[in-house]
Each structure stands twice: as structure tokens, then as C-alpha cells.
């Protein structure tokens, strides 16, 4: 089985390897991919298989307004595509390893950005919005 190498972000690229194992580690380096990442917030934020509607909001609901954190991660309404939404996300690394998963909670859009380069999350976090204002474009 193959799998990517954490490396540091910029040339000349050192291999990273993270004290965290990859299980306690929101970044998908412990054998995930996208589309699996796609899943899981489908399972946990889209539809009653997983979590009743109660359960949803209970996890949604921000406890630390100034970093819009809530149980499952973070949300917040913000203009995407000249529209008002209301998005939740999701970013973690363990070590080079970074991931953004973002997803609009009324209509089901999901973003999901792995990285093996240690990128600076912020810049993820401006790609994913990248992407997912085309997506609806």
C-alpha cells in the first residue's frame, strides 16, 4: 500500500514525521482520503443516519464565539458566492500533514484540502474557499 511522506512546506523538502499518532490527529494521514473525509461530514452534518437533528445543532452550537468553535469544529454564516450561508469546518496536522474540510451546512457543498507539504493552514483555508466559491460559480 502507498501512502503520501510528510514533508516540510519549501525546498529543500525534509521529511516530517509527527510524535501524534495519526488516529488522534484531525488529518486524514492515518489511510484517508477525500473522498472519505466527504463521507464523514455527510454522515456527521447531512441527513439523520448518523446524528439526530437535535444532536446536529447540539454539536454545531459555538461555545467560543471570537473562534467560532463549536463541538464539531467550527461554523459560522459568511458570504460564499455572493450568498449568505452558513458553513462549518474542520482543520488539523499531525506533523507535515495538513487538512481543511469545509461544507455548507443548508445544501450539502463539501471542500475537503489535504496537504503533505506542512502548508500554513491559513493558506489552505484560502484555497478551500477558492474552491468552493467555484463550485458554485
Not at 20 to 49: C, K, N, Q, T, W
Not at 113 to 135: I, K, Q
Request: glycine share 10%; aromatic share 8%.
Amino acid at each position: 500500500m502507498a501512502y503520501a511522506s510528510a514533508t516540510s512546506g519549501t525546498a529543500p523538502w525534509v521529511r516530517k514525521v509527527s510524535a501524534i499518532p495519526d488516529y488522534l490527529a484531525m488529518a486524514g494521514g492515518f489511510y484517508s482520503s477525500a473522498p472519505d473525509m466527504l463521507r464523514l461530514m455527510e454522515g456527521v452534518l447531512g441527513g439523520d443516519r448518523i446524528l439526530t437533528p437535535a444532536s446536529r445543532a447540539t454539536l454545531m452550537r459555538v461555545h467560543r464565539p471570537a473562534q467560532r468553535y463549536a463541538l464539531g469544529g467550527r461554523t459560522q454564516v459568511e458570504t460564499i458566492a455572493d450568498k449568505e450561508r452558513e458553513a462549518a469546518w474542520e482543520d488539523g496536522s499531525n506533523g507535515g500533514f495538513r487538512l481543511v474540510a469545509r461544507r455548507v451546512l443548508d445544501d450539502g457543498v463539501g471542500v475537503v484540502v489535504f496537504n503533505n507539504g506542512s502548508y500554513d493552514h491559513r493558506r489552505l483555508g484560502e484555497l478551500a474557499s477558492a474552491v468552493m466559491e467555484a463550485v458554485y460559480a
